[in-house]
């Protein structure tokens, strides 16, 4: 095993281990509450990951729960690449995952960003800046909620034309002017 993947193995068991605060980064994206159905995804995959089962785990991660803006699944499709399980290992991919991941400024996502880009020559770390800005297209928080927020505003405009947004929209909007430091909406 290499000195990157003994680290890597490191710092996977840590994240693991410290996944509440994920989960907490969770509560604080409007994207409604963490349903019983996203629960049982997200057992679900644990399972498959614990496993050995890695190439249902990662189909799931990246597209189930990392497209909901779920960062812990965001950081392990990364996770999966770099350390090529069920999909070929990829470097530059695990840093623009871990990149997706760390958006929300979670202290262990961002060291293991970090470190991952610092191992990248400067032909890699170009390819990972193109990979990240595709990813934040689709997976970016801004990106998320701005389709819900549309999805909130049309629910209400056929609801009832002209009043104040729902809480839900309004909990959307608030999140949007703090991410971007704008005056409320």
Same mark, same amino acid.
């Given at each position: ?13 840590? $994240? ?60 392990? $499709? ?108």
């Amino acid at each position: 095993m290499t000195l990157m993947k003994c680290i890597n193995t490191f710092l996977i068991a840590v $994240t693991l281990f410290v996944c509440a605060p994920a989960m907490a980064q969770w509560a604080q994206f409007p994207t409604g509450d963490l349903d019983a159905h996203t629960m049982r995804i997200q057992a679900k995959v644990e399972s498959l990951y614990e496993r050995g089962d890695y190439k249902r785990a990662h189909f799931i991660y990246s597209n189930e729960l990392a497209r909901q803006g779920d960062k812990y699944a965001q950081y392990m $499709t990364g996770y999966m690449y770099l350390m090529g399980q069920g999909v070929a290992e990829d470097p530059v991919k695990a840093s623009a995952w871990y990149r997706i991941a760390a958006e929300r400024r979670a202290p262990e996502f961002i060291a293991v960003r970090d470190q991952v880009l610092q191992s990248l020559n400067d032909e890699q770390r170009a390819q990972s800046d193109e990979l990240f800005a595709e990813l934040r297209k689709e997976y970016s928080d801004l990106v998320i909620i701005m389709g819900l927020l549309v999805e909130d505003l049309r629910a209400q405009k056929t609801a009832s034309a002209g009043s104040r947004p729902s809480g839900n929209a309004q909990t959307r909007l608030d999140f949007i002017t703090t991410r971007l430091d704008l005056d409320p909406i």
